[in-house]
């Protein structure tokens, strides 16, 4: 896995802390920046956070390249909604010999490791005959109509792919470009932050919070999952039960990247 923070609107902390500024004060517009010093903006972030005020972190964004995770994994991520996504086409990409993730639980024991591989080299085996099968058929189809072979032969092989890829398992790596505002990075990692969030979108989620906390220390001391940004856990009876060790990971994972 592999994720990297690749843009976010400049002065984050302070952008906020003006937007803030204006809905308390009859100041014009182009002087609300005046005063604003570090501690003002803190004290600005804090408020707002205290008092649920989340509107202005709309006007701060990040966005994220993220690469080497699964389907299984970015399937979960591109349930939230209030984001932007761009993700590599297995339409448009061709997939022989496409490149997989393995669970640690899996990769521990090896004999489902061996199974696991096993079935991978299958479903790879069968993409490719499919992919070709296809292929030559649709090429015979676009030469039927009048196109020279090399025409024909390119686009038969995207739809080759656009069915071929019925057959890709979960486990298919995959890459996407992600961007959210600090509001909606708040709620994705008030879930997937969380003990209870499956491993690998935790382990996305977690280092997401990381490259954050390098840029906008301030706005981020508050995010986490709920038990670390609300003070307690709201999955009741279904709760990791660790709310104490997770607030301490998460309190020491700020200090360290602060």
């Excluded at 899996?106 to 993409?127: G, H, L, M, N």
């Excluded at 109509?145 to 032969?153: F, I, N, P």
């Amino acid at each position: 896995m592999n994720v990297k923070l690749l843009s976010h609107t400049p002065d984050a902390e302070k952008l906020i802390a003006t937007a803030a500024k204006l809905c308390y004060s009859s100041s014009d517009i182009e002087s609300l920046r005046d005063g604003l010093t570090e501690d003002k903006v803190a004290s600005f972030i804090d408020m707002l956070v205290s008092i649920g005020h989340e509107s202005v972190l709309e006007h701060v964004s990040f966005t994220f390249g993220i690469e080497g995770i699964s389907r299984a994994c970015s399937h979960q991520l591109v349930r939230h909604r209030i984001a932007s996504y761009s993700q590599k086409s297995q339409r448009y990409v061709n997939e022989n010999g496409f490149e997989f993730i393995t669970p640690p639980s899996i990769a521990e024991v090896p004999e489902a490791k061996s199974e696991y591989d096993r079935v991978i080299a299958e479903i790879t085996e069968s993409y490719e005959k499919l992919a070709d099968i296809l292929t030559q058929k649709h090429t015979a189809e676009f030469m039927a109509q009048g196109l020279d072979e090399k025409t024909a032969h390119s686009k038969a092989s995207k739809l080759a792919n656009e069915d071929a890829r019925f057959i890709l398992p979960n486990a298919c790596e995959t890459k996407i470009v992600v961007t959210m505002n600090v509001r909606s990075l708040f709620n994705f990692f008030r879930h997937r932050c969380c003990n209870r969030a499956q491993w690998e979108i935790r382990a996305v989620a977690v280092e997401m919070l990381r490259l954050c906390i390098e840029v906008a220390p301030h706005i981020f001391s508050h995010a986490g999952p709920s038990c670390v940004a609300e003070g307690k856990c709201p999955e009741g009876k279904m709760t990791c039960g660790k709310i104490n060790e997770v607030k301490e990971y998460f309190s020491a994972f700020k200090q360290t990247e602060v």
